[in-house]
C-alpha cells in the first residue's frame, strides 16, 4: 500500500518541478528584457545629453558672435560721433552748426507732440471706453424698470420678483464661491427669465457650452491663478523646447525644456527686433513674452485680458494652456453674468 502511494506522488512531484522550472524560465526573460529596455533608454539619454550639449555649445557661439557684432557697431557709431564732433568743431561758420541746432530741436518737438497727440488719443478712447461701459450698466436697470412699468405688474409681484432674483443670484454667487456646480442655481435663473426679459436676455448669452460645464464645479480666480502657476513653467518649457522628431526626439526635447524652463525667468521686454520674425527663437521669444504679460493679468485676477493676451500663443505652447483658458472663459462668463444679473 505505501508503495502505491509513492507512485500516485511522483507524476504530482514532477509536474510542480516542471511548473517550477517554467516560472524560473518566464522570470529570467522579463527579466532580460528589463535588463534591454534600460540599456535602451540609457542610450537614449545619453544621446539626449550629447545632443543638449551640442544644442547649448552653438547657442553660446551665437551669443558670442551676437555680442561681437554689438561691440562692433558700438564702436563704429562712437567713431562715427567723434567724427562728427570733431567736423563741427573745425566748422568755420557758426550759422551752419546753428541750423543743424534748430534741426535736431524742431525733430525732438516734432516727437514730443507726436507722443503728446498719441497719449491725448490714448486717454481719450480709455475715458470713452469707461463712459461706455457706465452708460451700458446704467442702462440695463433704466431698461428694466421700464419695461416692469409696461407689463403692468403689480408692486408686489414686482417685489415678489426681485426677492426670487436676488435668492437665485445668492445661491449662485455661494456655488461659485464654495467651488459647488452652479448648474441647479442656473436652472432657477433660467426658470426666472421666461417671467423677465432682462434675466433670460443675460442668460441667453451665456454659451450652451458654459451651461453644460455648469455641471460641474466651476473655478475660482484664486484657484484659477494656482494652476496657472504651476501651468506656466510647463508652457515655457514648450516654447524654450527644440525642435524634434520621433520618440526620442520628443523626450529630449522635453528634457531640454525643462532644463532650460527651470533656470529662465519670464520676460517683460518686448521682442527683440535683431531677431528675424520668422525664427524658432522669434516664436519662443514670442510665446514667452505672451505668457509673462498673461500671468501678470491672471496675478491681478483680469482674466478677460489674459485670455487675449494667450491667443497669441502658437505651437505646443498654446496646446499646453489649452486647457486652462477653457475653464477660465467659462469661469469668466458665469462672472459676467453674475455682475450683469446684479446689476439689472
Not at 533656470?263 to 514670442?286: F, K, M
Not at 509673462?292 to 485680458?305: C, M
Request: aromatic content about 4%.
Amino acid at each position: 500500500g505505501r508503495a502505491e502511494q509513492d507512485r500516485a506522488r511522483a507524476p504530482a512531484s514532477l509536474e510542480s518541478d516542471e511548473l517550477h522550472g517554467h516560472i524560473a524560465e518566464l522570470v529570467s526573460a522579463v527579466v532580460r528584457t528589463h535588463a534591454w529596455h534600460v540599456q535602451e533608454f540609457r542610450g537614449a539619454a545619453s544621446g539626449a545629453k550629447d545632443e543638449f550639449l551640442r544644442r547649448c555649445t552653438e547657442r553660446a557661439f551665437e551669443a558670442s558672435a551676437r555680442l561681437s557684432d554689438e561691440k562692433r557697431r558700438s564702436l563704429a557709431q562712437q567713431r562715427t560721433l567723434l567724427e562728427t564732433a570733431s567736423q563741427q568743431r573745425r566748422e568755420e561758420t557758426s550759422a551752419e552748426t546753428a541750423a543743424k541746432i534748430h534741426a535736431e530741436l524742431d525733430g525732438h518737438l516734432e516727437a514730443l507732440k507726436h507722443d503728446a497727440e498719441h497719449a491725448l488719443a490714448g486717454c481719450v478712447l480709455d475715458e470713452r471706453e469707461h463712459v461706455g461701459h457706465r452708460i451700458g450698466s446704467l442702462s440695463v436697470p433704466v431698461a428694466r424698470v421700464e419695461g416692469l412699468g409696461q407689463s403692468g405688474q403689480s408692486f408686489q409681484q414686482r417685489s415678489q420678483a426681485s426677492n426670487a432674483l436676488s435668492a437665485a443670484l445668492m445661491s449662485l454667487d455661494r456655488a461659485l464661491t464654495d467651488d459647488l456646480p452652479p448648474s441647479s442655481e442656473l436652472a432657477a435663473l433660467k426658470e426666472l427669465g421666461a417671467a423677465d426679459a432682462f434675466v433670460q436676455q443675460i442668460i441667453e448669452r451665456v454659451p450652451e457650452e458654459t451651461l453644460a460645464r455648469s455641471s460641474g464645479p466651476v473655478l475660482t480666480v484664486p484657484q484659477l491663478r494656482d494652476r496657472f502657476g504651476e501651468l506656466a513653467p510647463v508652457a515655457a518649457a514648450a516654447a524654450l523646447s527644440p525642435p524634434s522628431e520621433g520618440l526620442f526626439g520628443q523626450i529630449g526635447a522635453a528634457v531640454v525644456g525643462r532644463l532650460l524652463a527651470s533656470n529662465y525667468v519670464l520676460p517683460a521686454a518686448e521682442h527683440d527686433p535683431g531677431i528675424p520674425a520668422s525664427s524658432p527663437t522669434a516664436a519662443a521669444q514670442r510665446n514667452l513674452v505672451a505668457l509673462s504679460r498673461a500671468a501678470a493679468f491672471v496675478e491681478q485676477g483680469e482674466l478677460g485680458n489674459a485670455l487675449v493676451t494667450l491667443q497669441g500663443l502658437t505651437g505646443e505652447c498654446s496646446r499646453r494652456v489649452a486647457d486652462w483658458t477653457q475653464e477660465a472663459r467659462h469661469a469668466m462668463l458665469l462672472q459676467q453674468a453674475q455682475g450683469e444679473l446684479g446689476n439689472a
